[in-house]
T-cell receptor, first 118, second 109 residues
Framework: GAVVSQHPSWVICKSGTSVKIECRSL??????MFWYRQFPKQSLMLMAT?????????EQGVEKDKFLINHASLTLSTLTVTSAHPEDSSFYIC??????????????FGEGSRLTVL | GQNIDQPTEMTATEGAIVQINCTYQ??????LFWYQQHAGEAPTFLSY??LDGLEEKGRFSSFLSRSKGYSYLLLKELQMKDSASYLC??????????WGAGTKLIIKP
């Protein structure tokens, strides 16, 4: 299957700082990537859809200025949590479709990034 | 609104069979997915159903009934490593994925 790599896996930061999370498709080109957030014992919540070369599409209730998404190339999307606060502590996961390989459109997920804001 | 229901938690015994149900109410239907998610890890794809019936893949099978808005994931010959959360997700008419909250499966020796 397709491989999506996410970095860093764990990050601890002080309140008020910014954190950048990278998501890379290693063996395919992803024109679209999806960013999810997952709180403990809860399901995945789609934050935004990242489109290569254009602005991300954010879900209702997700602050665009707080969660900056950049999809500069077909293999890289980044999520920056700006001025992070303890309530932003969560598990952030990126995913992508490999349209060339899969005909069912299943998502391939990165390893996830666990953010803890002190 | 759109809704996907799964049991919160299930317990089964190693070597046994377990069925995890999923019911959905969505605006349109373009396929149903099952994912497995181990604690602290990202989900991995298990199965996809778009037509009614049973899809078998090794120890795992997935069933779909579109008229009933119902699916189940069947796990046979349970192993300890099957302890995980199982997520049901439906693609709606806009091809947006709607996620269930997941079913935590606990396997006991």
């Amino acid at each position: 299957g397709a491989v999506v790599s996410q970095h860093p896996s764990w990050v601890i930061c002080k309140s008020g700082t910014s954190v950048k999370i990278e998501c890379r498709s290693l063996d395919f080109q992803a024109t679209t990537m999806f960013w999810y957030r997952q709180f403990p014992k809860q399901s995945l919540m789609l934050m935004a859809t990242s489109n290569e070369g254009s602005k991300a599409t954010y879900e209702q209730g997700v602050e665009k200025d707080k969660f900056l998404i950049n999809h500069a190339s077909l293999t890289l999307s980044t999520l920056t949590v700006t001025s992070a606060h303890p309530e932003d502590s969560s598990f952030y996961i990126c995913s992508a479709n490999n349209r060339l390989a899969g005909d069912v459109g299943e998502l391939f997920f990165g390893e996830g990034s666990r953010l803890t804001v002190l | 609104g759109q809704n996907i229901d799964q049991p919160t938690e299930m317990t089964a015994t190693e070597g046994a069979i377990v069925q995890i149900n999923c019911t959905y109410q969505t605006s349109g239907f373009n396929g149903l997915f099952w994912y497995q998610q181990h604690a602290g890890e990202a989900p991995t794809f298990l199965s996809y159903n778009v037509l009614d019936g049973l899809e078998e893949k090794g120890r795992f099978s997935s069933f779909l009934s579109r008229s009933k808005g119902y699916s189940y994931l069947l796990l046979k010959e349970l192993q300890m490593k099957d302890s995980a959360s199982y997520l049901c997700a439906v693609k709606d008419s806009n091809y947006q994925l709607i996620w269930g909250a997941g079913t935590k499966l606990i396997i006991k020796p």
